[in-house]
């Protein structure tokens, strides 16, 4: 069985940090596209980050360039995300999500061309 869990979440103060973890088990992910997306309340939810986890090529929504970073650990099965200079709009449970859909198709933003996601860890943000 393919299994996603996420971590580092939490609440912190507008302009702060936090970094996320996504520890992918159950299969080999060389091959695989790796996304971060995001809900809040009442809204739906939004691509956030992607990964080819074999060549590293990443693509970030543009609400989130140049504070949000998204890299890539093979040996350990495991993709973060730091999160910097975070704004209340931020706030939101933070999934992670799997494909073996090149990020070539659509940037990795499509949420129907991924097969398997997380729980999600929440990511609160105080002004």
């Known amino acids: 069985q393919v299994q996603l869990v996420e971590s580092g979440g939490g609440l912190v103060q507008a302009g702060g940090s936090l970094r996320l973890s996504c520890a992918a088990s159950?299969?080999?992910?060389?091959?695989?596209?790796m996304g971060w997306f995001r809900q809040a309340p009442g809204k739906e939810r939004e691509f956030v980050a992607a990964i080819n986890w074999s060549a590293g090529t990443t693509y970030l929504a543009d609400s989130v360039k140049g504070r949000f970073t998204i890299s890539r650990a093979s040996a350990k099965n495991t993709v973060d995300m730091q999160m910097d200079s975070l704004k209340p709009e931020d706030m939101a449970v933070y999934y992670c999500?799997?494909?073996?859909?090149?990020?070539?198709?659509?940037?990795?933003?499509?949420?129907?061309?991924?097969?398997?996601w997380g729980q999600g860890t929440q990511v609160t943000v105080s002004s």
């Open positions: 999500a799997a494909r073996l859909l090149p990020l070539g198709v659509d940037g990795g933003k499509r949420i129907d061309l991924y097969e398997h």
């Open positions: 159950g299969r080999t992910f060389s091959r695989y596209v």
